[in-house]
């Protein structure tokens, strides 16, 4: 097995990823405000999507049919991760599915859905840093 975009970097990461999917479609990028992101775009906006199937030509329809479904640019077209665990690529392992185990009731997730303000939130991550320092120095000694 081996990586399917394997770049050195991020813009090679981006253009193995592109030769792959093809371009974006201008509808996809309009809301990209990034001079430097939209100026890496124009230069990907000759490149066209490549069928899976041609790239893994002994495949199986069901991994080729979730690969196309899976790695589109726009989020919003993508196939949820649910979907993804209920594809028929999947269906062999739900026999052995295992339920979630309980969450203990110690655990606490709802800040999860607090709505933050972007200095509380580097308030809030410079305390955890803070707390972690010292957790660690303090069982050093």
């Given at each position: 097995r081996k990586p399917l975009f394997p770049g050195k970097n991020f813009v090679e990461q981006l253009t193995?990823?592109?030769e792959v999917i093809g371009a974006p479609l201008q509808s996809e990028v309009s809301h990209i405000t990034n001079?430097?992101?939209r100026k890496f775009l124009e230069?990907?906006?000759h490149k066209r999507?490549?069928?899976f199937s041609r790239i893994y030509k002994s495949a199986a329809t069901e991994v080729l049919d979730l690969l196309e479904r899976m790695l589109l640019f726009e989020p919003a077209m993508r196939m949820s991760?649910?979907?993804a665990l209920n594809h028929d690529y999947f269906s062999p392992f739900e026999a052995t599915k295992q339920p979630d185990p309980p969450v203990h009731p110690?655990?606490?997730f709802s800040f999860e859905r607090q709505q933050l303000s972007?200095?509380?939130l580097r308030q809030m991550v410079l305390d955890e840093v803070?707390?972690?320092r010292r957790e660690v120095r303090g069982s050093g000694t």
């Open positions: 193995l990823i592109f001079r430097q992101a230069t990907v906006q999507r490549v069928p991760a649910t979907d110690d655990f606490d972007r200095q509380r803070t707390s972690f």
